[in-house]
């Protein structure tokens, strides 16, 4: 069936380098890419995604590539603060045929060592 | 322009028991989707609604149930709980319209944190 898997788990930088999660999903006809970010006690929040018709989307200090034929997307955070310490889940979604659930990564879990 | 709101935030049943989630979409929002969240299966789809009517489903049993009203809020029903519904419920609303390559942004509200005993 239909999955994303992401990597790696958890993910301890110090403050000020560059944090990198990746993802790989399974279904070809995915075309949505979304990047939330969840802080304790609170729903996901939508940082940056990206379209399949799209390499990279840049947004200040958060970037998000997409390889399309390898099936994978990554998101890049620079200059990493120590509110980015969160938990990181990226998704995939396909808007053909009416169906547009999102598949989700078990998330990461970064924190940002000051 | 307010977020989704979702209410109770917490909620304690007991086995056997059933409950019921409401869930406000962003305004002009007219999709609302159902999502299940544990430490150990991460995010889950349960349903999704657009225009009162449900438009995908995820793997779940039928206890789990849901409906939309004609001003796009949504509520969610968890019949005969048991231990392992415990877990955060997410909501989420999406401005998509019904149309083939209609990207689908959707926004997350708190959740409602529901433990069953």
């Excluded at chain 1, 390499?55 to 970037?63: F, M, S, T």
């Excluded at chain 2, 086995?15 to 999502?35: D, E, F, K, M, N």
């Amino acid at each position: 069936g239909e999955n994303v898997e992401q990597h790696p788990s958890t993910l301890s930088v110090q403050e000020g380098d560059s944090a990198v999660i990746k993802c790989t999903y399974s279904d070809s006809a995915s075309n949505y890419f979304p990047w939330y970010k969840q802080e304790l006690g609170k729903g996901p929040q939508l940082i940056i995604d990206i379209r399949s018709n799209v390499g990279e989307k840049k947004d200040q200090r958060i970037a998000v590539t997409l390889n399309k034929t390898a099936k994978h997307f990554s998101l890049h955070i620079t200059e990493t603060q120590p509110e980015d310490s969160a938990v990181y889940f990226c998704a995939a979604s396909r808007t053909t045929s009416g169906t547009y659930k999102y598949i989700f990564g078990t998330g990461t879990r970064l924190k940002v060592l000051a | 322009k307010a977020g989704v709101t979702q209410t109770p935030r917490y909620l304690i049943k007991t086995r056997g028991q059933q409950v019921t989630l409401s869930c406000s979409p962003i305004s002009g929002h007219r999709s609302v989707s159902w999502y299940q969240q544990t430490p150990g299966q991460g995010l889950q789809f349960l349903f999704e609604y657009f225009s009162e009517t449900q438009r995908n489903k995820g793997n779940f049993p039928g206890r789990f149930s849901g409906r939309q009203f004609s001003n796009s809020r949504s509520e969610m029903n968890v019949s005969t709980l048991e231990l392992g519904d415990s877990a955060l419920y997410l909501c989420a609303s999406s401005n998509r319209g019904y149309l083939v390559f209609s990207y689908n942004e959707q926004f997350f509200g708190p959740g409602t944190r529901l433990t069953v005993l």
